[in-house]
């Protein structure tokens, strides 16, 4: 068994190989072109929370992703900030202080 075989992709791998996959497929058009379509298929495709992380791994430095990913990065939609579940709020605002 090789090590590739062993290695299970984490989710922030999963979403740098997405998108460089899809990078990679708009190369052949001019750069301004493929900038706007990568940006477009993210935000037609990728759900809040896959966009939510995206930015999160780009905020973080970008690592890994292709510099076409990077340039679309501006014209992706940022999702809103995750809220908690409903009733964690409340019974958080309930909980006494700890000591």
């Given amino acids: 068994m090789s090590h590739d075989e062993d290695h299970m992709l984490s989710t922030s791998e999963k979403l740098v190989m997405m998108a460089n996959q899809?990078?990679?497929f708009f190369r052949s058009k001019p750069h301004e072109e493929g900038?706007?379509?990568r940006a477009e298929h993210i935000n037609k495709f990728w759900e809040p929370r896959m966009r939510r992380q995206f930015f999160?791994?780009?905020?973080a430095g970008g690592q890994g992703f292709q510099q076409l990913v990077l340039d679309?990065?501006?014209?992706?939609?940022?999702?809103?900030?995750?809220?908690?579940?409903?009733?964690?709020?409340?019974?958080?605002?309930?909980a006494p202080p700890r000591a």
């Fill in 35 to 37: 900038v706007a379509d």
């Fill in 22 to 24: 899809i990078a990679t």
């Fill in 56 to 59: 999160e791994m780009i905020d």
């Fill in 72 to 94: 679309a990065a501006p014209r992706i939609r940022r999702p809103k900030p995750e809220s908690p579940p409903p009733g964690r709020a409340a019974a958080a605002a309930a």
